[in-house]
């Protein structure tokens, strides 16, 4: 199944990307795909901005929605279709 992630902020600057999909198992859960977008495989075809940090290093601060809703339970269920934002936290005011 196909899940679109959008990248925001330092996750668009560690990816190079504002959007990708992901091609993930029927049943795959949000850890699940968090794990599959941290994988050296996938890395490898990214272009991160230089001096960006590692997606893995900014993915443990990020919260997270799917299709626009905020993700409590990660290890809810993601369906084809949906659409997973990242979001680093943002400072300012």
Known sequence: ???TVRYYAAAKAATGVEAEAVDV????TLVALLAALDSPNRATARSPEPG???L??????CSFLVNEVAAKDPSRPLGDGDTVDILPPFAGG
């Open 1 to 3: 199944m196909i899940v």
């Open 25 to 28: 198992p029927d049943g795959a």
């Open 52 to 54: 960006a940090p590692e």
């Open 56 to 61: 893995g290093d900014v993915l443990r601060r």
